[in-house]
């Protein structure tokens, strides 16, 4: 029957279950266990690896010696976002794949989840390590409460300035909030965190306004000292192919928060669904739809597993999840009859000498129900207006190593700039921001 779409495929009960905890928290005991696993490397390459550069085997020191308090201190210090991260990095691609524990014989050593351990430690305690120095008497406006945005401005805070973020939505957070899977993100942690950070003081938001349609980034420079731009990616590629419009065909960011903000049981979810694309954000939507009751879940991708931007891990989720992953096909045509979804017909590729996908003329359908998009997003430069705006590189801003702008008094990280558009690296991009901003409005 085409257009089979409803909520509660299953009961509340089970997808409750389904939406627990990716990893089962680590217990006291096993945290000591595991952190006495640890070999105390000198020049560790787990901390090298570490995209925030924390001092992994210093915190884990600390966890197997029972400072589990100083443990989280050491982690925070370098990522204020240490427990988000230690739920979603992806630590085998990181810091746990060159741990010198990972061997035939061995398994690293699970630095995300000890990470998780200690953080979880301290807000449990309602423990704020961070003191703000003294008023500067200097103010910058921030424009984004995603990971770049609240770790600029916590560290600018720390520092003794006094920071405005202006986010478009009604919820801080970004992404952590709106994006990341239910199932690595429970609860409440994302505005957990979010007032952890706030907490230090000095940082006020103004939710509701958006860059490009209630204010400037003319107006903020005039009225702050300096401005930081974490913007993340503020639009989504598209198909190009047609009836991408019709109602079961959606962008996977989009569902994904509504995922993240609705109750799971009233979402619409299709029997048979089709997920296009090869990266995270794929793999995310394929997973939480397959958890959510849909009874087949197919993730297409143009190229070949090695080139999918998901990482092996995430690969193996899906498809312990019970999603079928098949490769070397693109979409050709959406089907559908009176407006419903039908089925998704794609052309079998070949992959070029220069890893490219070319049509082979061959395909196949797959009957559909829904249709997601995880096709990539990207920045659109609009909202930075047309008087002066930062330079952009490739679609990004451009910024120098310490993500300072082409104008002066501009700073910008996170996926709006270039690099991994990953959750540690915009924290990172955040921090070197604040410490160059700090250097800027002490030394000019
Ligand atoms: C579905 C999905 C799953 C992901 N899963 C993972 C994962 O498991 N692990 C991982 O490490 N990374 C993951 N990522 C990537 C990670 O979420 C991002 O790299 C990270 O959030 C980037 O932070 P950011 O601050 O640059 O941008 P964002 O988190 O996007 O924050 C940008 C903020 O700016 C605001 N904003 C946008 N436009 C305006 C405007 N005009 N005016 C004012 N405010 C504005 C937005 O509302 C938002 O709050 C995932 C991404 C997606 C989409
Ligand atoms: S590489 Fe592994 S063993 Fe060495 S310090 Fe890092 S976590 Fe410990």
Known sequence: MPGDIQSGR??????RENFSDLHTPLTELQAIQESARCLFCHDAPCTEACPTDIDIPGFIRKIASGNVTGAAKTILSENIMGNTCGNVCPVEELCEQVCVKNTA????????QLQRYATEHLFERGIQPFERAADSGN???VIGAGPAGLSCAHRLAVFGHNVTIFESRDEPGGLNEYGLAAYKMLDDRAAREVAFILDVGGINIETGLSLGTD???DDLRRKFDAVFV???????NTLGIENEAIDAVHNAVDFIERIRQQDLATLPVGRNVVVIGGGNTAIDIAVQIKKLGAETVTLVYRRTTDQMGATD????VAQTNGVLIRTQAQPLRIHSSDNQLTAVEFEYTEIDANGR??????TFVLAADQLFKAIGQSLDATPLGSVEVPELAVGRIKTDPNQHTSLPDVWAGGDCTAGLDLTVTAVQDGKIAAISINEYLNHG
Not at 105 to 111: A, L, N, Q, R, S
Request: net charge negative; glycine share 14%.
């Open 215 to 217: 204010f400037e980034l």
């Open 313 to 316: 891990y995430e690969q193996q």
């Open 230 to 236: 974490g913007l993340g990616h503020n639009a989504v």
């Open 10 to 15: 299953l009961s509340s009960e089970r997808i």
């Open 139 to 141: 103010y910058v406006a």
């Open 105 to 112: 014989e061995e398994k690293p050593v699970v630095i995300g």
């Open 357 to 362: 996908p070319k049509g082979t003329g061959e």
